[in-house]
């Protein structure tokens, strides 16, 4: 068993390029091939295409897309997991975790991420890895009523917060969710990133972190 993991806030700023080149490290494998999982159905796939022009940059192929809501293919999920990394767009957490408690994969991703290949997750697919996904609240996400279990995959055992931002107002936010939840929080920038390999947890950029007291 040899854990996998990369979180990031985003995929848009230049300054991700150190966690992508850890993410490029961490898949092992040159033309790695990507499967995608979006929060909610991507018709015209803009969303996807863009992920697959990202990912090309560095020679991976961001090759399989299988939504859960709309257009859910059972043999596409099953393409995803055949893949060497697994990207959870972002999107409403709420909403993402709902569809994927229906369609049953969460015990299936905890498995793929532990033992088959690297789970990519992006805002609300970093948040879908820690233990819980109410800090999706925190920047900025609606409930999704239907959702009542709001327990994430558990990989992690801190909370993520991305699109942090350097005020007092979220800093203290953060602060009180770390005590109240007895847990560590990492708040992580646009352009920072998480890479955990195994037991090794390794910060890209100025993560802001928040301990209880």
Known sequence: MMLRLA??????TPANQPVDRALCALLGTPQARIGYIPSSSDPSRRYFLTKQHYYQQYGLDLCVYAELDDAFD????????ACDATH????????FLYWLQRR?????LRHYAAYRGVLI????GAILLTPRIDTA???GDQPYAPLTNQAGL????????PHSVDTSEHQQTLQHYAATNQCLVYGCHDGDGIIVRGKRCELFGNIQIFAPK
């Open 7 to 12: 979180l990031y806030s985003d995929q848009i």
């Open 137 to 139: 609240l925190l920047c």
């Open 88 to 95: 959870l767009s972002g999107g409403n957490t709420f909403y």
């Open 121 to 124: 997750g992006t805002s609300a």
């Open 154 to 161: 558990g990989l992690v055992d801190f909370a993520f917060v």
């Open 74 to 81: 059972p043999e596409r999920i099953e393409a995803v997991f």
């Open 104 to 108: 049953g994969l969460l015990e299936r």
